[in-house]
């Protein structure tokens, strides 16, 4: 399963990625809305966990 993970405050983004990985999950992640946007348009997911409070673009 392919999963991204998008949250702004990095600390907790690494923790959730460490998790997922160890859970032997494919993870890709980033820190804002835009590079979000740019992994979607890209990569094909089957999960998204999405932080609604982003810089530069929201998760709204």
Not at 18 to 34: H, T
Not at 42 to 54: G, P, S, T
């Amino acid at each position: 399963m392919h999963l991204l993970v998008i949250e702004d405050e990095r600390a907790l983004c690494e923790t959730i990625v460490r998790s997922l990985r160890r859970l032997a999950y494919s993870v890709d992640y980033c820190y804002d809305g835009e590079k979000a946007l740019a992994l979607l348009g890209v990569e094909r997911y089957d999960l998204v966990l999405l932080d609604l409070n982003l810089p530069k673009k929201d998760g709204m």
